[in-house]
């Protein structure tokens, strides 16, 4: 029930209170607007409407001194020098190859390719690795009853990941999917495409950083000849304990043993054959 009406606009409310917070609408004062002499836009506070009326008579007449890019402020030339005086990303080069990276540890382990360098060993058998991700993935193979979820339905052979076991298949089924753009060869793996390729580039990624510097186009072959530097002899011959530092050499004396063996072997049997001599003084 609206029983108080307002004696200016006729407004009704229900209450005297709602009444008495009505009235002083009409005795204030209306805002005085500042309208802009080029535009509808209109302002409370002069102030503002100078600022405003600026941009209709600014022009373009600060130029960047570096770029030439103009301006019709001072202070977005002031902003826009900044970008000027940043100092450019130095990339990281490899001082082998020359690629350059946005990060170090992009390098670091780019150059691993090069040095043939393998930080990360496996803490049972002690083999390298220059990843961390492939070591971990190796440490698994050395648990008792390893899981192995994926397995070849031809042979029954089990791997830890579906790329292995998609490149196992390969020898059942003789595919070569990495076929060489320069010449008719093809190959099961990606690692073997790659290695052909150098014979097209002549690239030598792997470098001999103990002595001379020489370059290699596959790991083994650095590794091999650094054995030369080092004196390492890895190949342990199990008969009588020699080593040697390549697989050859230690297969070529393996076959001495054999022929010793099968000698002794031989007289053995000739002795028995013929049997004990009559002349007991022979």
Request: aromatic share 8%.
């Amino acid at each position: 029930d609206k029983r108080y009406p307002c004696s200016v606009c006729g407004k009704a409310f229900d209450r005297p209170s709602k009444l008495e917070r009505h009235r002083p609408v009409h005795t204030r004062k209306p805002k005085t607007l500042h309208q802009c002499q080029h535009c509808e836009k209109s302002f409370v506070q002069h102030e503002k409407l100078l600022r405003h009326q600026n941009c209709h008579s600014r022009t373009n007449k600060h130029p960047c001194p570096d770029c030439g890019k103009v301006f019709n402020r001072p202070s977005k030339l002031e902003r826009h020098k900044r970008t000027h005086a940043k100092k450019p990303k130095v990339p990281h080069q490899c001082s082998y190859c020359m690629k350059t990276f946005s990060k170090l540890n992009k390098l670091v382990r780019h150059r691993r390719m090069h040095t043939g360098e393998r930080p990360f060993t496996c803490s049972v058998c002690g083999k390298g690795f220059s990843e961390s991700g492939h070591c971990k993935a190796h440490e698994k193979t050395h648990e008792e009853q390893p899981e192995k979820p994926h397995c070849c339905a031809n042979c029954g052979m089990c791997f830890f990941k579906a790329s292995e076991l998609r490149r196992h298949f390969r020898s059942h089924t003789g595919e070569k999917p990495f076929r060489c753009t320069l010449c008719e060869s093809c190959f099961s793996r990606s690692e073997g495409l790659k290695r052909h390729m150098r014979s097209h580039t002549g690239e030598r990624p792997y470098k001999c950083i103990i002595c001379c510097g020489a370059t290699f186009t596959r790991y083994k072959s650095l590794t091999k000849h650094q054995r030369t530097h080092t004196g390492e002899r890895p190949y342990l011959c199990l008969t009588c304990g020699r080593r040697f530092s390549w697989s050859h050499s230690l297969s070529r004396h393996r076959r001495t043993h054999a022929h010793r063996q099968m000698s002794a072997d031989t007289s053995k049997d000739r002795l028995s054959f013929e049997g004990p001599s009559e002349n007991p003084s022979c």
